[in-house]
C-alpha cells in the first residue's frame, strides 16, 4: 500500500472512503439543481436559480421553448447538462438534471436532432413580453 508517515494505506481503503464523498457530492448536486416546486416562470428561475445558464430557443411541434442549461456544480457531475424548459409565454415545462443520460428527456425534447440556436436572456424577455401583447 501506500505509505503516508508511519501508516501504510491500501488503494481498497482510499476507495472506500472516496466513493461515499463522490456519491454524496453526486446527490447535493442533484438537489442543488432540482427546480423549488414554487418555480413557475423564467422570471422565477431567474430569482432563484441564478442567471449564469447559456440559453437556447428551441422548436418543437410548432410551439417556441427556451432552454436554460449549465453544467452541474461539482467533478462528479453528470456527461451533460442541467436543463430547464419554459414555453413561449414565460411558463415553467420541464428539466433534467442530465441531458444526455436522460431517456425520457431525449424522447420528449430531442437532443440532437432538434432545431435550436443561442438566444440571450434578454431577448427572451423581450419576446416574451411581445408574446403577452399578442394575446
Known sequence: GLVFGFVAVSPCLI??????????LRWISFHWSQPPTEMKT????????????????????????????????????PSGYTCYLFDQEGKYVDWTWDNWDDV???????????????????EINEQIRNAGRKT
Open 104 to 122: 425520457a428527456w431525449k424522447e420528449r425534447w430531442g437532443e440532437t436532432e432538434r432545431d435550436e440556436r443561442p438566444i440571450t436572456l434578454a
Open 42 to 77: 423564467l422570471a422565477d428561475f431567474e430569482s432563484r436559480m441564478g442567471t449564469d445558464y447559456a440559453y437556447v430557443v428551441l422548436e418543437k411541434d410548432g410551439q417556441r421553448y427556451y432552454e436554460a442549461k449549465r453544467r452541474p456544480p461539482f467533478g462528479t457531475a
Open 15 to 24: 476507495m472506500m472512503l472516496l466513493a461515499p464523498c463522490c456519491w454524496g
